[in-house]
């Protein structure tokens, strides 16, 4: 009779343990990969264990990063979520342009001698001068113009 009884209560607490124990970690990794495929999460990949979700992965920026934890923190069953989810680095910008380095250091030139009122223009290597200068500052131009070694200097300033 004990014997009956027990086998009886032991599968009455296996059933019950069945019945409320909830989803399996596949099916909880399921579920994650759903909800970041529904939330439309890309370059993501989780593993989930004892109801731990891992993401892993690289992304464009941190709000898919955030998004990606957060969708998975909504699935039901998930204990908590631990992310090493990264982003990709931003792309390097070009180097500036030859002409655009050599307008550069002609108008770094013109400013540390406290001349302005000059625009200054740089087409395939060639330095060209417009605006208005005095007649007493047109030899410093022309001479801070021409240390940056340009293949040629336009002179087309107007003198007063």
Do not use: H
């Amino acid at each position: 009779m004990k014997i009956k009884f027990l086998t009886i209560l032991s599968l009455a607490i296996a059933l019950f343990i069945g019945a409320c124990g909830g989803k399996s970690d596949t099916d909880l990794q399921k579920a994650v990969q759903d909800k970041l495929a529904a939330d439309k999460v890309t370059g993501v990949t989780v593993a989930v264990k004892d109801g731990v979700a891992t993401l892993t992965g690289e992304v464009a920026d941190i709000t898919v990063k955030t998004k990606a934890e957060a969708s998975a923190k909504t699935v039901e069953g998930i204990k908590s979520v631990t992310s090493t989810v990264t982003t990709k680095p931003l792309p390097t910008p070009p180097p500036p342009s030859a002409d655009k380095m050599l307008e550069g250091t002609v108008n770094q030139a013109l400013q540390k001698k406290n001349i302005t009122g000059i625009t200054v223009t740089v087409l395939n290597g060639e330095v060209t001068l417009t605006g208005t200068v005095e007649r007493a500052k047109l030899a410093e131009v022309m001479a801070a113009a021409n240390e940056t070694k340009p293949k040629k200097v336009n002179n087309q300033l107007t003198v007063k």
